[in-house]
Every structure is written in structure tokens, then in C-alpha cells.
């Protein structure tokens, strides 16, 4: 184990009364010999239901002055579990954090902290309230976007705005980035020639909705993965593969708790090797995946290949026997249409309302909208190409809709929601 997980661990255990308890109660010696703790698999593994119920026992002793001046950065997760935690940095180590993703915009697509980015945000909330926030606020070089109550005539007014701004680089999540594509298409606006880059984080990415990207902002895109908790924790290289930002996280694929080997799908933890106010460790991110030896990419970087593979761990389609099966099934089939289509599904969302009951959210290219044979063609090829047989028998209703906006909450579209209660 390297200097700096043994270091942050050591340091939780003494200063941070959560671990220190969960190091107590599980009876985990953190002995320390020539700075090296010997086997993580001996730490304990950590929820994100642990951490909401700690009433901020999280935070280290020697923050918890700056915790009540409000010296502290705090940063609150998307919700996209259906539960919102606030994660506080110094914010020496919130720079620290980022310092190896600005390094690899740089050297990679010639982006730095001067260059005119957008952002996007969600709702701001206090003590459960919504904060008013404009669409619109310009901090120094930077473009901040609110992303919340859009509809079709307001998303113009923000794309016009964007134009006029002439970003250099947009980060955003995949949903964000095809309304604003429809948007410019429908409209036959031309977006600015100084957008060099697009950064797409936040919601899993598919072959169809990138190619969309790509040929409506003719820029370099790239993809990124991390989480508000522990900030990135892997980045795309040139060939196409996440690779993980071993600098300021360790990563580890785990089920059942155990280890896997290379190539074998889990559940992905990671620890954060930044963050010493609040210290992440062996955290679950709720999201599945493998990993790969650095080797099996051609681009050169040393570090591990990470692979996501189907969203979150809590997307599970429920069969009334107790039997389930993931949702990437919906994904397969989506992608399998655009592949004989033309891409021409832009958005989708399926929502399980029974167990035997589904609604398919569909989203087509708006100069199909008008043709009915094309809608009929399409439920037509997802029946045929839905080969799951746990679900035989089951009905599908199919929706066609304009535009399938991001969650309200999250301010993230997820693919797949299901209604049964567990």
C-alpha cells in the first residue's frame, strides 16, 4: 500500500471520530510500520448511508473550527441515489484534488483556468429550500448555467447566450449537452469556432449520443468519471479508455466485499487521497465496473483502466419472482436500433411502472417526429431485439416526446427508473 493511503487512513483513525468508531467496533488494529498499513482489505468498507447518518462526525478534529466559521469549501452530491450529502475540503486540498485533471486538460487539449469554460449547476437548496438562482451567472471567465425548469423556449435563450459568450470549453453531462444540441439544430444556430473542448461527466455515454455531440460542436471531447465526494477519479486518453487518476484516488473493485482480479466486474470504491477534513475511504460510489492493467491501452499512461459497464448498482429490473436483471438490457436494445436507423434515437428513459409493465420514453430525430411508419418501424425493432426472457410476456407502452429533460434534483437523466417498491 503507498505512502499516502496508509497516511490518510492513519490520519482518519485518529482524527475523525466515524472511523475511529468503525475502526473500534470492527476491531481493526491501524498500526503503522515504516509508514506502510499492511492489507486494506482489513479496513472496513464504508456506505453513503453511513456517512448521512454520522451528524457530521466525519469531519476531522482539526477542521471542525473552520467547519463552524465557515471557512470551509462544501460541495453537496447530486442526489442521484435519491439521498444529498454535503462534503467538506480545505481548500488547499480541493485544489490538490483537481491539480491532476487541469494538468491532463492542458497538456491534452491546450485547456487552463483562464480559458472561458461553462458550467452547468442544479438547483441551490438551504435548509431544504430552493435558492432563487437567475439561468444565467457570469463569475470572472467563467459561464454558470442553471439547468433547472428548462423548457424548449428558455434552452434558446441560454444557447443564445452561450454563442454570445464564446466559450473556449463546456463541461457538462451527456442529457445537457443533446438538448443543447436539438436546440441548435432546430433553430440553425452556429455555435462559436472558439469551443475547443467539451468534457462529459456526470451520466454513462453511448456510442449514438456522443456521435451527436461530436457533429453538432465539431470539437475534442473527452470523457471524465468521479463523483462530488472524492471529485475525479478517471479520464479518457486518446484511445478511448478511462484511466484512473491515481495522483489524488485509489480505486478498487469489490464484490461481496472482496476483491476482484483484473477484468472481473464489481462494485467500485474508492478512497480519496486528498481529502483530509472529510476522509472517503473504501467508499462505495454506487457505481459497477472492472478495471485493467495499464498495459492493455496503447496510449502510454502507467495507470490502471477503468471500465464502467451498467450505470448504477441500484438499476435493476425486478421480476415478480424476486429474480432481477439490469437495466443495461434497455441500453443494448437503444443502441442496437441506432445502429440500423441511423441514430435515430436521440433520448430514451424506460420506467418499470409493475412487474410487467413498462413505459419506453422515446426521443427521435425531429424530422422523423412527423412520420408515423418511423415511430411503428422503431417499437417494431425493439420488440424484436428485446431478448430477455425473464420478461417475456411482459407489455411495453411505447411515448414519443420532444424532449426528455434531466431530474429536477439531480439535474442528471437516468435511463431507467423503476416504481415497485423493494
Not at 50 to 62: G, N, P, V, W
Not at 70 to 82: A, Q, V, Y
Not at 175 to 198: G, V
Not at 295 to 318: A, E, F, M, Q
Request: net charge neutral; proline share 3%; with cysteine.
Amino acid at each position: 500500500m503507498n505512502n499516502i493511503l496508509s497516511k490518510i487512513i492513519k490520519h482518519a483513525s485518529e482524527n475523525v471520530p466515524f472511523y475511529r468508531e468503525l475502526y473500534s467496533k470492527n476491531k481493526v488494529d491501524i498500526s503503522v510500520s515504516d509508514n506502510q498499513i499492511e492489507d486494506i482489505k482489513k479496513i472496513p468498507i464504508v456506505k453513503k448511508q453511513s456517512f448521512l447518518e454520522s451528524d457530521y462526525s466525519t469531519i476531522s478534529k482539526e477542521s471542525i473550527s473552520k467547519y463552524y466559521n465557515n471557512e470551509l469549501i462544501s460541495i453537496p452530491t447530486s442526489g442521484s441515489t435519491g439521498k444529498c450529502l454535503n462534503v467538506f475540503w480545505d481548500e488547499v486540498d480541493y485544489k490538490k484534488s483537481l491539480l491532476p485533471l487541469w494538468m491532463l486538460r492542458k497538456t491534452r487539449y491546450g485547456i487552463t483556468p483562464k480559458d472561458n469554460p461553462c458550467f452547468f449547476f442544479t438547483n441551490q437548496y438551504f435548509e431544504n429550500r430552493i435558492i432563487h438562482c437567475e439561468d444565467i451567472i457570469l463569475n470572472g471567465n467563467q459561464m454558470l448555467i442553471n439547468k433547472s425548469n428548462w423548457d424548449k423556449y428558455r434552452i434558446k435563450t441560454i444557447v443564445v447566450q452561450i454563442i454570445n459568450f464564446e466559450p473556449k470549453w463546456m463541461i457538462l453531462q451527456p442529457s445537457i449537452a443533446l438538448l443543447l444540441c436539438k436546440c441548435i439544430q432546430e433553430n440553425n444556430l452556429t455555435f462559436p469556432k472558439t469551443l475547443k473542448y467539451i468534457e462529459l461527466s456526470g451520466e454513462m455515454i453511448y456510442s449514438s449520443a456522443r456521435n451527436i455531440i461530436q457533429k453538432t460542436f465539431d470539437c475534442q471531447i473527452a470523457n471524465q468519471y468521479g463523483t462530488n465526494e472524492v471529485n475525479s477519479i478517471a479520464f479518457e486518453c486518446r484511445c478511448g479508455n478511462m484511466h484512473v487518476l491515481e495522483e489524488c484516488n485509489y480505486v478498487e473493485i469489490l464484490k461481496d466485499n472482496a476483491t476482484v482480479p483484473y477484468g472481473e466486474e464489481g462494485d467500485i470504491y474508492v478512497t480519496s487521497l486528498t481529502n483530509f477534513t472529510m476522509p472517503f475511504i473504501r467508499y462505495e460510489t454506487g457505481d459497477r465496473g472492472f478495471l485493467l492493467p495499464s498495459h492493455k491501452c496503447k496510449c502510454g499512461c502507467k495507470s490502471p483502466i477503468l471500465k464502467l459497464t451498467k450505470g448504477r448498482s441500484n438499476d435493476w429490473v425486478l421480476n415478480k419472482d424476486g429474480s432481477k436483471v439490469h437495466s443495461y438490457i434497455f441500453v443494448q436494445v437503444i443502441e442496437a436500433i441506432n445502429n440500423l436507423m441511423d441514430n435515430i434515437i436521440r433520448q430514451f428513459q424506460v420506467v418499470q411502472e409493475d412487474y410487467d409493465k413498462f413505459i419506453i420514453k422515446l426521443v427521435i430525430e425531429s424530422n422523423y417526429q412527423t412520420i408515423e411508419a418511423d415511430k411503428n418501424l422503431i417499437c417494431r425493432l425493439f420488440m424484436e431485439n428485446f431478448l430477455q426472457n425473464t420478461l417475456v410476456g411482459a407489455n411495453f407502452y411505447f411515448e414519443f416526446y420532444e424532449t426528455l429533460f434531466p431530474s429536477e434534483i439531480t439535474g442528471k437523466l437516468r435511463y431507467f427508473i423503476s416504481k415497485i417498491k423493494k
